[in-house]
């Protein structure tokens, strides 16, 4: 394992170098009062639900945290825009399992910053709610609206879909053969970006586009779950084989993806330290008790394939990719011989998994193991088997 140390040390280095952006931008503000003021504005790509902004007014001053109630508009240039606006917003007034109870929006009255993703004829914002994103749509001067999309309870205890969003598509940005794109349209950003512009450019008109394409995106999930080993050791020069059989662990893990480009839709690139723990306890031979204590760290890292559904917020995904081992303590403990080290060599991994609506993802993965113990008279099998439930810690849009 020492042999991957130094790759996987310049790999971690070189990944954070890469993450990391300057803290300010060149920017701007503009007040109520029209007032337009140049500043360097902080990082805004984390920036959900904005009240205040660290700006500074040149490099050498010290930073300010503005309060942003006397502000209607700020960004970065050739970068992120909010401007405020005040707004419909459905709040479900009573839920169930999590749900509005109600078919229709629930309206109300808000002021807040929209993030502007696309200004032209037809204009797409979004709004970051503690329950993901909100769209809304402004054509040419109206008041913005919110696209209406949301799931609710039925009566029966049965999660529904209002996909109202179609009709106001329809009847508000419908131009040229557009009315056949509506039915199928997937409630996601990057397919909204896209009937956006088709629809500006419909009308002849031109579309600012505020995210840009080749932009990637990281999102995390807390991985719990649990851990089957399968295995078994032999040595052709002593008995008796000691197979251990399938025991259960638990792990804990968490996992990064990103995806290279912010509107790629398919593919992803995922690493998932793990941290993975089993202990087992038996008597082979003439009754000799024999411990296997497997504590390592995990990392497996690969290309993930996602199948999305039809509303955009869940996915089937299978992935796959190489694995190294970190080990802890991990070891074979015969009674009546010296200890045997459990390898960690380079593995490989598979798995598939579905997504809930952003909320929650269950995987089945299984780990193919070169090599169980380091030894060159004793050779054997393990096989992994994992259940992992996936807990986001951010969201795709």
Same mark, same amino acid.
């Given at each position: 394992?020492?042999?991957?140390? =130094?790759?996987?040390?310049?790999?971690?280095? /070189?990944?954070?170098?890469?993450?990391?952006?300057?803290?300010?931008?060149?920017?701007?503000?503009?007040?109520?009062?029209?007032?337009?003021?140049?500043?360097?504005?902080?990082?805004?790509?984390?920036?959900?639900?904005?009240?205040?902004?660290?700006?500074?007014?040149?490099?050498? @001053?010290?930073?300010?945290?503005?309060?942003?109630?006397?502000?209607?508009?700020?960004? &970065?240039?050739?970068?992120?825009?909010?401007?405020?606006?005040?707004?419909?917003?459905?709040?479900?007034?009573? +839920?169930?399992?999590?749900?509005?109870? +109600?078919?229709?929006? @629930?309206?109300?009255?808000?002021?807040?910053?929209?993030?502007?993703?696309? @200004?032209?004829?037809?204009?797409?914002?979004?709004?970051?709610?503690?329950?993901?994103?909100?769209?809304?749509?402004?054509?040419?001067?109206?008041?913005?609206?919110?696209?209406?999309?949301?799931?609710?309870?039925?009566?029966?205890?049965?999660?529904?879909?209002? /996909?109202?969003?179609?009709?106001?598509?329809?009847?508000?940005?419908?131009?040229?053969?557009?009315?056949?794109?509506?039915?199928?349209?997937?409630?996601?950003?990057?397919?909204?970006?896209?009937?956006?512009?088709?629809?500006?450019?419909?009308?002849?008109? /031109?579309?600012?586009?505020?995210?840009?394409?080749?932009?990637?995106?990281?999102?995390?999930?807390?991985? =719990?779950?649990?851990?089957?080993?399968?295995?078994?050791?032999?040595?052709?020069?002593?008995? =008796?084989?000691?197979?251990?059989?399938?025991?259960?662990?638990?792990?804990?893990?968490?996992?990064?993806?990103?995806?290279?480009?912010?509107?790629?839709?398919?593919?992803?690139?995922?690493?998932?330290?793990?941290?993975?723990?089993?202990?087992?306890?038996? %008597?082979?031979?003439?009754?000799?008790?024999?411990?296997? +204590?497997?504590?390592?760290?995990?990392?497996?890292?690969?290309?993930?394939?996602?199948?999305? +559904?039809?509303?955009?917020?869940?996915?089937?995904?299978?992935?796959?990719?190489?694995?190294?081992?970190?080990?802890?303590?991990?070891?074979?403990?015969? %009674?009546?011989?010296?200890?045997?080290?459990?390898?960690? =060599?380079?593995?490989?991994?598979?798995? /598939?998994?579905?997504?809930?609506?952003?909320?929650?993802?269950?995987?089945?993965?299984?780990?193919?193991?070169?090599?169980?113990?380091?030894?060159?008279?004793?050779?054997?099998?393990?096989?992994?088997?994992?259940? &992992?439930?996936?807990?986001?810690?951010?969201?795709?849009?």
């Amino acid at each position: 394992m020492k042999n991957y140390f =130094p790759g996987l040390l310049v790999l971690c280095l /070189a990944f954070q170098a890469s993450g990391q952006s300057k803290d300010f931008s060149d920017g701007y503000l503009v007040f109520k009062d029209g007032k337009k003021t140049t500043c360097l504005v902080e990082n805004l790509d984390l920036l959900r639900n904005p009240q205040k902004l660290r700006i500074r007014y040149s490099p050498a @001053e010290e930073q300010q945290l503005i309060d942003l109630s006397e502000v209607k508009e700020f960004g &970065i240039y050739n970068g992120k825009k909010f401007i405020r606006e005040t707004v419909k917003i459905d709040r479900p007034k009573e +839920t169930r399992m999590g749900y509005s109870i +109600t078919r229709n929006p @629930e309206w109300n009255e808000e002021t807040v910053f929209l993030n502007v993703i696309l @200004e032209g004829k037809a204009s797409l914002y979004s709004f970051a709610d503690k329950n993901g994103d909100i769209y809304f749509y402004r054509k040419d001067s109206h008041p913005a609206e919110q696209l209406i999309h949301k799931n609710y309870v039925t009566e029966n205890n049965t999660i529904s879909l209002n /996909a109202d969003f179609r009709q106001q598509l329809f009847t508000q940005l419908n131009c040229g053969d557009q009315e056949k794109n509506i039915k199928e349209l997937v409630f996601k950003e990057v397919n909204l970006i896209k009937y956006f512009k088709a629809y500006n450019q419909c009308e002849g008109s /031109a579309s600012v586009d505020y995210e840009p394409e080749e932009k990637g995106s990281l999102f995390f999930k807390a991985t =719990p779950g649990l851990y089957l080993a399968d295995m078994m050791t032999y040595s052709p020069f002593r008995s =008796p084989r000691m197979n251990f059989g399938t025991n259960a662990g638990f792990r804990a893990g968490l996992e990064v993806e990103y995806f290279p480009k912010r509107r790629s839709e398919k593919w992803s690139l995922i690493a998932e330290p793990s941290f993975q723990s089993l202990k087992v306890n038996k %008597e082979f031979g003439y009754q000799l008790p024999t411990t296997l +204590t497997y504590h390592v760290i995990e990392l497996p890292m690969g290309f993930r394939y996602n199948f999305f +559904t039809k509303d955009g917020l869940s996915r089937f995904f299978i992935n796959a990719g190489p694995q190294v081992s970190f080990n802890i303590k991990a070891r074979i403990e015969p %009674e009546d011989r010296s200890t045997l080290p459990i390898a960690s =060599p380079l593995n490989f991994f598979g798995g /598939a998994g579905y997504y809930l609506k952003n909320k929650l993802s269950l995987e089945a993965r299984y780990t193919y193991y070169n090599e169980f113990v380091d030894s060159n008279t004793w050779t054997g099998h393990h096989r992994g088997y994992s259940l &992992i439930l996936g807990i986001p810690l951010n969201h795709r849009k």
